[in-house]
Nanobody, 120 residues
Framework: QVQLVESGGGLVQAGGSLSVSCAAS????????MGWYRQAPGKQRELVAT???????NYADSVKGRFTISKGNAKNTVYLQMNSLKPEDTAVYYC??????????????WGQGTQVTVSS
C-alpha cells in the first residue's frame, strides 16, 4: 500500500535552479530516512542526498554546496532544492523511502522518477 509520488523536475539552463518534492503515503509505521537518487543514461543509480527522521543529512560530494534536502511541512514528505545546476546533473531523479521494518529493520520503496534536464 506504500506509494511515493514525486513532483517537480523539468528543463533548466546551466546555473539555474530547480526543486523536486516527494510525498509518501500508505501503511508506513515509521521512517528511518528519505532521500533522492538519480540515474543518467548508461550509468548506475547513485545517491544524491538523504535526510533521516532525526534531521541528519548526507550528500554526494558532487552536489555538496549546491543541493539542499529537507523535510516537507506535510507528513512523510521530502524536498530537494537544486541550485547552480550543471549539465552533468541531468538524470532521472528517484525518491527513496527507508521505512522501518520489525523484521529486517529496513524496507525500501521507490518513486516513479522525474526527469531533470540541464542544458548548457
Amino acid at each position: 500500500q506504500v506509494q511515493l509520488v514525486e513532483s517537480g523536475g523539468g528543463l533548466v539552463q546551466a546555473g539555474g535552479s530547480l526543486s523536486v518534492s516527494c510525498a509518501a503515503s500508505g501503511s508506513i509505521f515509521s521512517i528511518n530516512a528519505m532521500g533522492w537518487y538519480r540515474q543518467a543514461p548508461g550509468k548506475q543509480r547513485e545517491l544524491v542526498a538523504t535526510v533521516t527522521s532525526g534531521g541528519s543529512t548526507n550528500y554526494a560530494d558532487s552536489v555538496k554546496g549546491r543541493f539542499t534536502i529537507s523535510k516537507g511541512n506535510a507528513k512523510n514528505t521530502v524536498y530537494l532544492q537544486m541550485n547552480s545546476l550543471k549539465p552533468e546533473d541531468t538524470a532521472v531523479y528517484y525518491c527513496n523511502l527507508d521505512a522501518a521494518s520489525p523484521w529486517s529493520g529496513h524496507m525500501y520503496y521507490w518513486g516513479q522518477g522525474t526527469q531533470v534536464t540541464v542544458s548548457s
